[in-house]
């Protein structure tokens, strides 16, 4: 059983807090991605559980033991840098043999699982190159090679896709999760700012922002079911737009006022809604869910171009609604759109999302 | 005004319009003392003193051309001191004899204690500053003055024997006029003075080492002193190359602390006598500088050899 | 780095301090008993055990050291030669490794790599040659002479060169825009942008010149003419004063220079051997 477990941890450099009270449980065998932008602590917290470093507050399991006074080389744990972090005067086969040796595993078994771990990666033919002979993607997989030799009971892996090309970066998503969750069947904690790594590898994703947990839960969870502004604003590309202003009540209808224009709230909404009136909320609706046509719509309104995207399967476009903030929404290929042409819009009216505007929290 | 001289001032006028000869010409200027002083005082003289080393001369006289004769006289004294002549008789042989035993001693110590010495200043530990401050002291000092001090404290009476009562009772000889314990005081003085320079060496090419190495090999189960065997010493072994290379240059040739430790002559039995020493002796008491350039060559070819041959060993070149 | 205190890194926390203490002693030590020394007697320097506090305190060695006229001139000879190498190195090293690193001229990586050469002959097999050259031109004895030899050594040039390479290329071409042969080049844009390196060209060779033993041992003749190292340790061999304590003062004179330079520099004159060796 090799659970980690997270409980009220605290790190602190100094007068910053990387990591703020977190809490975490991650399942035995569960594939857990710790997603999140720069500065977030998702790393500290990957490095307080291999032990690099020591939490100021709280506790930490992996498994049935408390390791907060383990030290790092008796934790079981294997980690895959960033860098890779392979050592440059040891040839592949010694990098991948090194933690054998230091488990001291005698020579042969270790020779027998060198050959075997390299087989199962494809870099059998790669054991007596050093490492600055190899190209990025097989330096990571040496670098997997080590960490998958040890069995260990956790794998760690800090951004491991970050330093490979795009087309190659698509592919390593997919043999990652297939070899580490499939295959090997490990707790895995994955550490990336990119949601769409995210979204495809993991079984749950916990959303990190300042020190803090924002939310945790499978990816459709974090997509559908956001709990607060940051993780909806985070996950999903393009980014879904907010609409900020104040909840009104006129003539038995909702409205929320931005100011210059006034929206129709549907009205399933009202009875989620209904203790707000008067506060200031936000809505928010996916690029994907605003409708743009040419012509005047049932419930639309008007808007004017700004700038757009062509990505050639879709457009992203840039409107504003008189003259306040930009959004975005997206529209199909083949629609002619072209700039300060005056466009008029609508929404999906069951795929809305609100918020309140001081916690940022969610209202469901 | 005569043609010549319109021609040449012309082709000059030309040539600085040109921007790449002008470059080149304002750049000769610039390398022209650096070159000069150095060509003369450099590859001038080093071809000079080989001439020298085949002629007889006293620096006022005419110089005589004798051949190989200077390069028999050094190895009639090696063949005496082999065979067990004394000092006075084989000093070349004595000279070189020391200096190798000396080069034995200092250099694998200073190597081995400067690199020890740099992986505990590397910790990340307050006022370590401090230490790399008091390490490398002695050697911004001149070794002439270090010299000066230590035969002070390596007096019979001296503060060395005084702290050794603490290690080994008992033990307080007389350094500086016993001949068995002379070179291994100048040997001492010599660690001491040189090594904090290269613990410094050590330290940046430890500190150059990226961390997530040392990360992964803590979570791949090896210990600080595994780390410091398998991940820092065979990733410092340029480092070690440069070191012991310096070293050796340096030890072969040491000078200034013989002469102040155990003075022109060698002091008790020749014990402190070093082939730098002979050369100097031969040149400017001896005045046979045609042997002194003869001595020279072979100082130089021993140097030589030694570093290349180690470089080669360790196939690593310093450069 | 670990901020909890576990037993075992407490323990190695003690370890490191200790044995980092006690070759902190072992460096320091004989410059702490010399300073001290240097304010006693001889008759109490001498004593076994030794005694750490001057009692009297006494000035006698100091004032000894100057009373030979012959130990101010050595101060004097010996800052008038570091001031001539720190000179003639900042200025032609600069020039030199400026050419070498951003002009083209014919031969240029080979007459560099002929000095880089250089650095591998022994100094005494130009010695004696040097000597002959140095006496024929009649600068025998003097300290002109004697800077002659290392005024714009091979060592500060591959510095200046090392730091001129560092600075990008746009800024050089710039300057050519602008209008400025290479020479100009050199006195607007090279020599206020260099003045790190400068500085520690400076430094080394201030430490090199001042600490200098064997050129001026055999470059300089009369005891007038002498720099500190070589009037020491000819005053020590001729007896100059039945004690030693004077000998112990003397040598901290003549260290102090350059034992204060390090302290004030310490963090640079580290970072740059750091650099050094780096490139070595």
Known sequence: MARVFLKNVVKKFGKVVAVNHVTLEVKDKEFMVLLGPSGCGKSTTLRLIAGLETPDEGEIWIGDRLVNEIDPTKRNVAMVFQSYALYPHMTVYQNIEFPLKMARVPREERRRKVIEVAKFLGIEDLLNRYPKQLSGGQQQRVALARAIVREPEVFLLDEPLSNLDAKLRVKMRFELRRLLHDELQTTTLYVTHDQVEAMTMADRIAVMNAGKIMQVGSPIDVFEKPANIFVAGFIGVPPMSFFEGTLIEKQESLFLDLGSVLFRIPKTYYSTLYPYVGSEIVMGIRPQDIKVTLEPQENSYEGKIVGYEPLGTETYVHFTINGTKEYVAVIPRGMRISLKRKVYWTFNPHRLYFFKKSTGEAIY | ?319 | MKSSLKPSKLGWITLVYFVLSLFAYIYLSPFIRSFVASFMTWEQASKYPPEWIPNPFTLENYVKLFRLELFPRWILNTALYAGLIVAGNIIFSSMAGYAFARLKFPGRDALFSALLALLMIPIFVTLVPNYIIIYRLGLIDNIVGLALLSLANVPSTFLMRQYFLSIPQEIFDAARIDGCGPIKTFFYICLPLAKPALGAVAVYQFLGAWNAFLGPLVFLRTPENFTLPVGLSFAFQRSMWTEYTPIIAGSLVAAAPTIVLFIALNKYLIKGIVIQAGKG
Request: proline letters at 4%; a positive charge.
């Open chain 2, 1 to 319: 005004m005569p043609k010549s001289n319109l021609f040449l001032s012309r082709k000059i006028k030309s040539l600085l319009e040109k921007r790449k000869s002008r470059e080149a010409l304002e750049a000769l200027v610039l390398i022209s003392v650096v070159t000069c002083l150095n060509v003369v005082f450099g590859y001038f003289a080093a071809v000079f003193a080989f001439y020298l080393s085949f002629f007889k001369w006293d620096y006022i006289g005419p110089m005589e051309f004798v051949g190989l004769k200077n390069f028999m006289v050094i190895f009639k004294d090696l063949w005496r001191g082999i065979s067990g002549a004394y000092f006075f008789q084989a000093p070349f042989y004595t000279g070189l004899k020391n200096i190798l035993l000396y080069t034995a001693i200092v250099v694998p110590t200073q190597t081995v204690l400067a690199m020890i010495l740099a992986a505990f200043a590397n910790q990340k530990i307050k006022g370590v500053q401090f230490y790399k401050v008091s390490y490398f002291l002695p050697a911004v000092t001149s070794p002439v003055i270090i010299a000066l001090i230590f035969i002070w404290l390596f007096m019979k009476q001296g503060f060395i024997n005084y702290m050794l009562q603490f290690v080994v009772p008992g033990f307080a000889p007389d350094w500086i006029n016993d001949k068995n314990y002379l070179l291994y005081a100048i040997a001492l003085v010599a660690i001491w003075g040189t090594s904090g320079h290269f613990m410094v060496s050590f330290l940046a090419a430890m500190q150059s080492i990226p961390r997530d190495i040392y990360e992964a090999a803590m979570l791949e189960g090896a210990g600080p002193i595994r780390r410091f065997i398998y991940i820092t010493v065979p990733m410092l072994k340029p480092m070690i190359v440069y070191v012991v290379v310096l070293g050796l240059i340096g030890a072969l040739q040491m000078f200034d602390l013989a002469w102040v430790m155990a003075g022109s002559n060698g002091g008790p039995g020749g014990a402190g006598y070093t082939m730098a020493l002979d050369i100097y002796n031969e040149a400017f008491i001896n005045l046979r500088p045609g042997v002194a350039a003869a001595k020279s060559i072979f100082l130089f070819a021993l140097i030589f050899s030694t570093t290349y041959v180690f470089q080669k060993k360790y196939k690593v070149m310093v450069r």
